[in-house]
């Protein structure tokens, strides 16, 4: 046969059920099980085949299959509810924020990664998962948000296992054609593209949509036919190349972004950086007040005054900094078009480095996202504390506890990593509306009505289709591989639904400290061989593809799988995704997390895992360290900080193996009742970490400490063409000229003893340099252990200031004197970042 052409014949929906179409390009399905099952039954293999993607089964799905349903009146119930559930939440009025916040300004939220589900892998990890849960509560809160981020035409990395157990990458290109986005429109109906200039030459940058519920995402690309080759690669991979693609991809998501807003007439009022990733997305809001008319200084004041920056990262080797030379080349503009000297511009993000064993001044996006904000906060109570230690020194004189970064700790999105099964059996005790209240703590002790077994029976369905999904991974990877007929075969035995089950996954950072449980390997054996109550183990986790002591973990783990006395006991899946974290959080009987203490920021895979009635077994860090009540999972260590990282690793390694050998073991198998149950345990773990760690409570946490405020602030600034912030640069500008010229000397009358409720007169001679008075806060500062008390100094004539200060408790005391400048309308008291000590 001579061909000469091909078609394709694309399969039409019947009109019985043609609004699948409609809803697989709305994200909501992603956290509904039931949407879900819809395009699953019209095809579990294609389902499957193409992770779970609707759009992409509807264009492969016989259309015999679609015929049968939409004659089908069980399906067609089905697809009636759904629907019907569907559009009662998109046109919903009555939201929270309707009703709480009709007020609130709307926000612009700026983020590297966005994990909403397998079937689009634009996302590496955590800070991911975390972007797309923020946008799904922002869209079941009501809230006026929209979403900004990039499409990586292939994803991270696809993550395959040799015969040895190394990690290998494969880099897959997106079919866009098939993906649950659309391009972004005009009101004219033509495609949107923005430009932004790097390197002095034009990149153009394409725009889509994807709709997340009521929430819509700006996917930034620039794959497209009028860029060179290099430049379309610039949205390929996510944290792939060197640091000269990782600039130009800032560039992009900060400019191309608000550009993207502003094509799209979208309104933004308050901008929230996830992660440093955005911060150059204050250029270009400070380079439109300079074109309409206000000088560099005002504009970032204005800038600043609206923004919230989260950081996620409690080391300093994971903030990104750049020699000024490199930012040179890809803004090297940027000064002209502020209208600013380069220095004046590098200063807001000026972080002095170590390279080559010289000292050099480097830009640093995570110091230029704290200056051009107003707002910033970590992502844990603990997170906060260890980010104002980590940058005390951009606020010289002040102490660590002043810094003005808060925190507010992650959460996750309740409903799309509880299954569907225990999602039926909490409503059975909980009210009709409680996934509107997620966040409602009272509403979660109905929990406790909820039988043993009750929540056996669930969780051994939940655990039963883990194992079932576990032996597939293994055995596609094994056949891969060439494996035996024999190893093969033995993926029927892999695990075993009556053991006890412990998960871990996550990203195979080597401060995660995936192979701990390895330390003692005859003791490990023990606890897993154990014939009375033996224990089983699932791992999974990517490295990122330069990080070779992250694979050799991985490999580690591999190797000893295979090991004769943990062979079916120990296994780890390849290719880490939602889809694997999922399953893993809804069927294992324990959550795992060993980070070494305090360098996990917040960590959320354990709180899914309790949402599904799995205890968490972890490290008092990060999340974990608010959340642990004493009932309702164990912790590993103690909470204390080491010298020496060995030492550290072996203290925490036993306490795992003992705290595993006697206490959990023995209680998952044993047969107690009330406090003492294991029922018990899976009841507090549902009930404590299911409202206090829901993504819709952090949301409501940014909305009240956050965006409510940043929104007042960001138009008080505004007002009247920018008047208070031409006013608040100008203050600032005057004050740190008169600074240097500035002096304080102090004393008091100081007794070598004292009890508690005496008083000490403590005086200050102050010369202000022309400062007026009350732009001047002259104070005691008196220290005890690690509280400090502040006292203002009234003044007198003449610059001088005193007050009598209480001694109200014993104990030893330091006592200092300090002045600082201070206005109406600064954001904290540390805004001028000016501290004198006497």
């Not at 697989?24 to 956290?31: E, R």
């Not at 009750?454 to 055995?475: A, D, H, P, W």
């Not at 035996?484 to 400290?513: C, P, Q």
Request: charged share 25%.
């Amino acid at each position: 046969m001579n061909v000469i052409g091909k078609v394709t014949v694309l399969p039409q929906l019947p009109a019985e059920i043609a609004r699948l179409s409609e809803l697989a390009y709305n994200l909501y399905w992603s956290w509904t099980p039931r949407a879900q099952a819809l395009y699953r039954d019209l095809s579990p293999e294609l389902w499957e085949r193409f992770q779970h993607n609707p759009v992409r089964l509807l264009l492969e799905a016989d259309q015999d299959r679609l015929n049968a349903a939409a004659q089908d009146p069980a399906y067609l119930g089905r697809y009636a509810q759904v629907m019907a559930d569907f559009d009662a939440y998109m046109g919903k009025k009555d939201t929270w924020a309707a009703r709480h916040a009709p007020q609130m300004k709307p926000v612009a939220y700026f983020s590297m990664e966005y994990a909403f589900h397998e079937s689009l892998p634009i996302y590496s990890g955590g800070l991911g998962v975390l972007a797309g849960d923020h946008c799904k509560s922002a869209s079941d809160l009501g809230l006026p948000f929209t979403a900004v981020g990039m499409l990586f035409s292939q994803g991270y990395f696809r993550q395959l296992f040799d015969k040895d157990g190394w990690q290998n990458e494969a880099y897959d290109e997106l079919d866009l054609t098939t993906l649950p986005i659309q391009p972004a429109q005009s009101a004219a109906g033509e495609d949107i593209r923005v430009s932004v200039r790097i390197a002095g030459r034009e990149v153009a940058v394409k725009v889509w949509t994807l709709q997340v519920g009521r929430v819509r995402v700006l996917l930034l690309d620039s794959n497209v036919p009028d860029n060179s080759e290099d430049d379309r690669k610039l949205t390929a991979r996510l944290y792939g190349g060197n640091q000269e693609l990782r600039v130009q991809q800032y560039v992009l998501l900060g400019v191309a972004g608000i550009r993207a807003l502003r094509a799209l007439d979208v309104p933004a009022s308050v901008y929230h950086m996830n992660e440093g990733h955005a911060a150059l997305m204050a250029l270009e809001r400070m380079r439109e007040y300079v074109a309409a008319g206000q000088d560099f200084r005002t504009a970032a004041e204005l800038a600043a005054s609206s923004t919230l920056f989260t950081t996620h990262t409690p080391v300093a080797a994971g903030n990104d900094a750049f020699t000024y030379e490199l930012m040179d080349k890809y803004i090297g503009e940027w000064p002209g078009l502020l209208h600013a000297g380069r220095d004046e511009l590098y200063a807001l993000a000026r972080h002095d480095q170590q390279w080559d064993g010289h000292t050099v001044p480097a830009f640093s996006m995570t110091v230029f996202a704290l200056s051009m904000s107003r707002a910033a906060n970590g992502v844990s109570e603990l997170h906060g504390e260890v980010s104002r230690g980590m940058w005390n020194f951009l606020y010289p004189g002040a102490e660590e506890n002043e810094v003005p970064i808060g925190h507010v700790t992650n959460g996750a999105h309740n409903l799309t990593f509880t299954s569907q099964r225990m999602r039926d059996l909490l409503s059975t005790v909980l009210p009709e509306d409680w996934t509107e209240r997620l966040e409602d703590e009272t509403m979660w002790q109905a929990v406790e009505q909820l039988t043993e077994e009750q929540l056996s029976n669930v969780q051994r369905e939940m655990k039963r289709e883990m194992i079932t999904f576990v032996r597939g991974r293994v055995r596609e990877q094994l056949l891969r591989n060439g494996a035996s007929a024999a190893d093969v075969a033995a993926t029927d035995n892999l695990l075993d639904e009556g053991t006890l089950t412990i998960g871990f996954a996550r990203r195979f950072a080597t401060y995660k400290r995936a192979t701990l449980l390895l330390r003692d390997k005859p003791r490990l054996a023990a606890i897993v061989n154990n014939p009375e109550r033996p224990v089983q183990f699932v791992f999974a986790g990517k490295a990122h593809p330069a990080d070779n002591p992250g694979k050799a973990f991985i490999q580690e783990i591999y190797r000893t799988s295979q090991e004769p006395e943990f062979r079916g006991k120990i296994v780890i899946l390849e290719n880490y995704d939602m889809n694997v974290a999922r399953h893993l959080v809804q069927g294992v009987d324990i959550w795992l997390n060993n980070p070494r203490r305090p360098l996990e920021a917040s960590g959320t895979s354990g709180m899914k895992a309790s949402f599904n009635g799995s205890p968490n077994f972890s490290v008092l860090d990060g999340w974990w360290r608010e959340g642990y009540d004493g009932t309702n999972g164990w912790p590993i260590g103690e909470e204390r900080e080491y010298a020496d990282l060995n030492v550290q690793d072996d203290a925490d390694a036993f306490d795992l193996y003992q705290r595993l050998e006697h206490e959990i073991a023995p209680r998952y198998y044993g047969h107690a009742q009330g406090n003492a149950s294991w029922a018990h345990t899976v009841r507090d773990a549902i009930e404590t970490v299911s409202p206090r760690f829901s993504m819709q409570r952090q949301v409501l946490d940014y909305v009240q400490q956050y965006y409510l405020p940043l929104g007042q602030r960001g138009t008080q600034l505004a007002d009247h063409g920018g008047a208070r912030a031409r006013d608040l640069a100008a203050w600032k500008a005057w004050v740190r000229q008169q600074w240097p010229h500035t002096s304080i000397s102090a004393q008091a009358n100081l007794p070598a003893t004292a009890r508690p409720g005496e008083q000490v007169t403590v005086s200050a001679q102050v010369n202000p340099a022309g400062i007026r008075p009350e732009e001047l806060r002259v104070e005691a500062v008196l220290k005890r252990g690690d509280e400090v008390q502040r006292y203002p100094l009234a003044p007198g004539e003449g610059g001088q200031y005193s007050a009598e200060i209480p001694l109200d408790d014993s104990g030893l005391y330091s006592v200092g004197v300090r002045m600082l400048p201070l206005i109406d309308g600064l954001s904290n008291d540390l805004e001028a970042g000016l501290i004198k000590w006497a």
